[in-house]
């Protein structure tokens, strides 16, 4: 489709994910979201080996 200037009108869709890909925030936030998930998983993994040695009972 053209606007009235014979321009061809932008697409109003969602963007692709190159377009998506390129921003640098999206980067960003999956960078963060991923960090966290490996803290809580390092962190359940600590947890699921004190109580396997029975560091976290003895006491």
């Not at 960090?35 to 109580?51: D, E, F, H, K, P």
């Not at 396997?52 to 003895?58: D, K, R």
């Amino acid at each position: 489709m053209t606007t009235d200037d014979g321009e061809p009108e932008e697409p109003t869709g969602r963007p692709s994910l190159r377009v998506v890909a390129r921003d640098r925030r999206v980067w960003a936030i999956l960078g963060i979201v991923a960090a966290v998930l490996v803290c809580c998983c390092s962190v359940a993994v600590g947890l699921t080996i004190s109580w396997a040695g029975g560091l976290l009972g003895a006491g």
